[in-house]
T-cell receptor, first 114, second 113 residues
């Protein structure tokens, strides 16, 4: 069984401040982990993914995430928020099975305050 | 490449009516998926097709049927729409196997009155 918990359905940061979006996963086998971003009225786009090659993963738009097995976490960070980062962010886990079943978190809406 | 396309973008149905949501991808992906997105619930898998010729139920299949018409196209049918099916529907596709990301279409916003 696999699951994802995103802490905080809404997060607000000031422009230029650190962005930290939290994600914890549960998996009985080594997981693949993803962060997706969804802008208003659009589909989801991949930000970054962890596939066991490296624990610190860099993605698009200056985002990165660190896989911490001991904490079962895959938090998303960006050093300096930009107004264009305002969107909804989804953490997702895929952990085996005959096909790539992906379980999504409920999402975190990021608000950037000017 | 267009990626994943979905039609229609918006639809309003009356309770009991039927409709088919269309999805096509031009990335030569083997696997395709249908999700629904509801506020506070993230994305929930309705049906998936691991490869051409196969379909399987996901987390919330009741009230829906699917057809994998060929490698490119995967349609979702609502036989008798209910207000509980008011949602935003996303189609996605991916390479087969583990660790591959999914590519999403722009979504269909469906309202059932």
């Amino acid at each position: 069984a696999q699951s994802v918990t995103q802490l905080g359905s809404h997060v607000s940061v000031s422009e230029g401040a650190l962005v930290l979006l939290r994600c914890n996963y549960s998996s009985s086998v080594p997981p693949y982990l993803f962060w997706y971003v969804q802008y208003p009225n659009q589909g989801l786009q991949l930000l970054l993914k962890y596939t066991s090659a490296a624990t610190l993963v860099k993605g698009i738009n200056g985002f990165e995430a660190e896989f911490k097995k001991s904490e079962t976490s895959f938090h998303l960070t960006k050093p300096s928020a930009h107004m264009s980062d305002a969107a909804e962010y989804f953490c997702a886990v895929s952990a085996g099975g005959g096909y790539q079943k992906v379980t999504f978190g409920i999402g975190t809406k990021l608000q950037v305050i000017p | 490449n267009a990626g994943v396309t979905q039609t229609p973008k918006f639809q309003v149905l009356k309770t009991g009516q039927s409709m088919t949501l269309q999805c096509a991808q031009d990335m030569n992906h083997n696997s395709m998926y249908w999700y629904r997105q509801d506020p506070g619930m993230g994305l929930r898998l309705i049906y998936y097709s691991a490869s051409e010729g196969t379909t399987d139920k996901g987390e919330v299949p009741n009230g829906y049927n699917v057809s994998r018409l060929n490698k490119r196209e995967f349609s979702l049918r609502l036989e008798s729409a209910a207000p509980s099916q008011t949602s935003v529907y996303f189609c996605a596709s991916s390479m087969a196997g583990q660790g591959y990301e999914q590519y999403f279409g722009p979504g269909t916003r469906l309202t059932v009155t």
